[in-house]
């Protein structure tokens, strides 16, 4: 069983987007995943502007890997380290902490989390 970052059972993120390192609609995480996809965020159109800045560019569709691209209020597994690079930047989306797994915690403070906790599951 995965935990998140409150210590309870690890919730989904999001099914559509189908999002996650394993495309299971978790942030669920192994030793493969290198990019630590753990933050469960609602990205919004400033970071989404941010993360194109930066080379990853979320919201154009590649259909070729079946992604339709991401639209503010989507949620989404985010690397952990690019939550930090947008938080320092002013620019971190909402997280979700019932679905952001625990190894988010290698990367970034709970308090920093919580600051940006203004979604809920359920």
Same mark, same amino acid.
């Given at each position: 069983?995965a935990?998140? %970052?409150?210590?309870?059972e690890l919730?989904?993120?999001s099914? =559509?987007?189908?999002? !996650? @390192? @394993?495309r =299971? /609609?978790?942030?669920n995480t192994?030793e493969?995943?290198?990019? *630590?996809h %753990?933050?469960?965020? +609602?990205?919004t159109?400033? @970071?989404?502007?941010?993360?194109r800045?930066r /080379?990853?560019?979320?919201?154009?569709?590649?259909p070729?890997?079946r @992604?339709?691209?991401?639209s503010? /209020? =989507? +949620?989404?597994?985010?690397?952990?380290?690019?939550?930090k690079?947008?938080?320092?930047a /002013?620019a *971190?989306?909402?997280v979700?902490?019932e679905?952001t797994?625990? +190894?988010a915690?290698?990367?970034?403070s709970?308090?920093?989390l #919580?600051?940006h906790? #203004?979604?809920r599951? !359920?």
């Amino acid at each position: 069983m995965a935990y998140n %970052v409150l210590g309870t059972e690890l919730v989904p993120c999001s099914y =559509d987007p189908l999002t !996650g @390192f @394993f495309r =299971d /609609g978790c942030c669920n995480t192994n030793e493969e995943d290198v990019g *630590a996809h %753990v933050v469960c965020v +609602r990205v919004t159109a400033s @970071f989404l502007a941010f993360s194109r800045l930066r /080379g990853n560019d979320l919201s154009t569709p590649l259909p070729e890997a079946r @992604f339709r691209g991401l639209s503010p /209020g =989507d +949620r989404w597994c985010l690397c952990a380290l690019r939550w930090k690079e947008a938080y320092d930047a /002013g620019a *971190a989306p909402d997280v979700v902490l019932e679905a952001t797994h625990e +190894r988010a915690l290698d990367y970034v403070s709970l308090a920093m989390l #919580k600051a940006h906790a #203004k979604d809920r599951v !359920g």
